[in-house]
């Protein structure tokens, strides 16, 4: 026996039926909730939040989320006479000729019927005819409209992309964000993945919504000429209603979505870590570790995944229920009432055209139900959006005020605790000093002068972004043409000063005098080896066209690679070929085409930072020669003896935190610990 054999009335079975799936949705639903519970008693479950403030990311559907969806979309959209505006126009044209096509589909279909059930052979041939006239109009339509969509979609994201790295790669913000603020975790991940479900996300939701506005708006002014304004007015009141109520259960939408991101970077980061000290793990035998590493992170990642697939089982359950089938039987509850009520106009007619005329009105009808339940249903949508809203534009925020020097980071606590140290029988207290302890801030700026003649600090203290001070007050001067030798112990702060004179740090407070970037050159003991040729490996990070537009030929090129003693490396592969040169080159190889890079750009000073570990001595001793040929005033940091010949001063970094220039003599290790 089937539901369909019990005497029951239409409100009988509505009710059971109702009665039923609720108690099956209460059910699966409280099942679901003992799911999420353990989820969240998990230890491997983490809120994540913002790491300088502790707080969490509030994100909603509101004006904050409009301003910045606005701004977002100036970026993508930056102007009426624009590729990307008038994609709009061509995804918006289309729709409004689709829905166009629907309203003369409709109108087809009912004639098509309603000559079958007259059985008119010459009016169903006449219908039919235009349908297959209407097929090929139809089907060139949705496919305009699609490949409009794609196009607005990749559009968006090359703008959006454009303009983002044009940030992250203007005035050494790339390497601002990742090491002197804290905002910003896996900017990879949100220039890559965010940035491209964004622009997937916005475009879909404006197709998704305008079109079933769309046909509201058209199928409400053909029903108003039919049925009365009364009827579209009640499912408008409906959509409104229902719309609200839904936006209301999926606030929590938003808030996933941007965790979501998060924990999908740090997975991203996890693996991209472990390939990058694959080495070291190695020797360590670290593989087990690692292993538990990522999985809890990924662990992290599959519960907030599981709780997200929950939310969304109880919410397409409502959506289902409001948004779809309540909204179908409004809609049949709504278009009855012209035809079953007893002044009905439609009395006088026969019944033919009766059902002519409920057949289009009913179909319109269905539509616009249909059309109202995507609009409900798009919420869904918006409150994703808002999330990937959130996430771009934050990252926008931080790119724009690191651009400023405005940096935001966690410090390490004020202290007047001191440290005592013996040396030599004699007891030494270091205080432990903080950029607090100087009164001075992260938005703190001492003066920058721009000189090429000299290097000059004045009561410049040394600061780690963190706030740790390594040096309390630097006060010297390097004159150019006068090499120095820098030493002092591992992590007494000799990188540190580099950073600063590379303007990679900032001056807290003091003044520093110091060259143009494109004046000061940084040679690290492990040299970057960009991707292109091996031409590519020595100009860069010129060009080619840059190289040209310099006058430098190839032969110009062949002297300074003679010069770095690399004339066989170059025989055996040519200038133009390709490879991953950090792979074929050997340390000392790549050691010295980092050499041969600074005789190519000359520059009037450089930084050779354990540059020459892996060459040989009379290499090295070659290659300083050819510096100093070259009016490049160096200033090293090695610990080989032999390179006292090639400077004329020490900076010398003590054990208590001083630092002091002394003169070398004689090309030995001077002895003399007074200041110059």
Request: hydrophobic share 40%; net charge positive.
């Amino acid at each position: 026996m089937s539901l369909f054999d019990l005497d029951l009335s239409p409100a009988q079975a509505g009710i059971a039926v109702t009665g039923v799936t609720a108690a099956t949705w209460v059910v699966l639903n409280k099942v679901n909730a003992r799911k999420l519970k353990a989820l969240k008693m998990d230890p491997a479950v983490v809120c994540i939040s913002d790491k300088t403030s502790g707080k969490q990311t509030k994100v909603a559907v509101d004006r904050k989320f409009l301003a910045n969806l606005i701004n977002l979309y100036k970026v993508c959209c930056p102007g009426v006479f624009t590729k990307e505006f008038g994609l709009t126009l061509s995804v918006a044209g289309s729709l409004i000729a689709r829905t166009w096509l629907d309203i003369l589909s409709i109108d087809n279909h009912t004639r098509i019927e309603s000559a079958i059930v007259a059985m008119d052979k010459g009016l169903f041939k006449k219908h039919m005819s235009f349908f297959i006239l209407l097929t090929p109009m139809l089907a060139l339509t949705n496919n305009i409209l699609k490949y409009s969509l794609s196009s607005l979609q990749l559009a968006f994201r090359v703008r959006l992309t454009k303009y983002l790295y044009d940030q992250y790669l203007d005035n050494l913000v790339f390497y601002k964000m990742g090491n002197l603020d804290g905002r910003i975790a896996n900017v990879d991940q949100l220039l890559t993945q965010d940035v491209e479900k964004f622009s997937d996300t916005i475009t879909d939701l404006y197709s998704n919504i305008s079109k079933p506005f769309l046909d509201i708006a058209i199928y409400a002014t053909k029903l108003t000429r039919v049925l009365g304004a009364h009827t579209p007015l009640a499912m408008i009141g409906y959509m409104l209603l229902s719309g609200a109520f839904l936006t209301r259960l999926r606030k929590p939408v938003s808030k996933m979505t941007v965790d979501e991101q998060k924990l999908e970077g740090e997975y991203r980061f996890a693996n991209s870590r472990l390939i990058t000290h694959s080495e070291e793990v190695a020797f360590y035998d670290g593989s087990v570790f690692e292993k538990s590493t990522i999985e809890k992170v990924f662990r992290r990642l599959v519960n907030h995944l599981k709780s997200m697939i929950l939310f969304r089982f109880n919410m397409g359950f409502v959506d289902n229920v409001i948004a779809k089938y309540l909204a179908t039987l409004v809609g049949f509850y709504i278009v009855s009432r012209p035809f079953l009520s007893e002044g009905s106009r439609f009395k006088t007619q026969n019944h033919s055209s009766r059902l002519e005329d409920y057949y289009k009105s009913g179909r319109m009808l269905l539509k616009m139900a249909e059309a109202m339940g995507r609009v409900a249903l798009a919420g869904r949508e918006l409150t994703r959006l808002a999330g990937l809203t959130s996430r771009v534009n934050e990252l926008m925020e931080v790119l724009d005020d690191l651009k400023k020097d405005k940096f935001v980071r966690q410090q390490v606590s004020a202290s007047s605790h001191s440290t005592e140290e013996v040396v030599n029988g004699e007891t030494k207290v270091y205080r432990e000093l903080t950029l607090a302890s100087f009164g001075l801030t992260l938005q703190s700026r001492g003066r920058t002068i721009i000189s090429d003649g000299v290097i000059k600090f004045e009561r410049v203290p040394l600061i780690a972004p963190n706030g740790s001070v390594l040096i309390e007050t630097l006060d010297f001067e390097i004159k150019h043409g006068q090499n120095v030798l820098v030493r002092g112990s591992n992590g007494c702060g000799k990188s540190s000063l580099f950073r600063v004179l590379g303007g990679l740090w900032p001056v807290f407070s003091g003044t520093v005098i110091k060259p143009a970037r494109r004046s000061l050159f940084y040679i690290p003991q492990k040299p970057y080896m960009t991707l292109g040729t091996f031409r590519d490996q020595l100009i860069y990070p010129d060009s080619l066209e840059d190289m040209k537009r310099k006058h430098v030929t190839d032969l110009d090129l062949e002297n300074i690679i003679e010069q770095a003693n690399l004339a066989k490396v170059l025989k055996a592969h040519g200038w133009n070929k390709v490879a991953e040169w950090i792979d074929v080159l050997s340390g000392g190889e790549k050691q010295r085409m980092a050499m041969a890079r600074l005789f190519y750009h000359r520059p009037h000073w450089a930084i050779l930072d354990e540059c020459s570990s892996q060459i040989s001595v009379d290499t090295e001793c070659q290659l300083y020669d050819v510096c100093r040929q070259r009016n490049i005033t160096l200033i090293t940091v090695s610990h080989r003896d032999t390179l006292w010949a090639h400077h004329e001063k020490c900076l010398k970094f003590t054990d208590d935190k001083q630092v002091k220039l002394l003169d070398v003599v004689g090309g030995v290790e001077p002895q003399s610990e007074q200041q110059q």
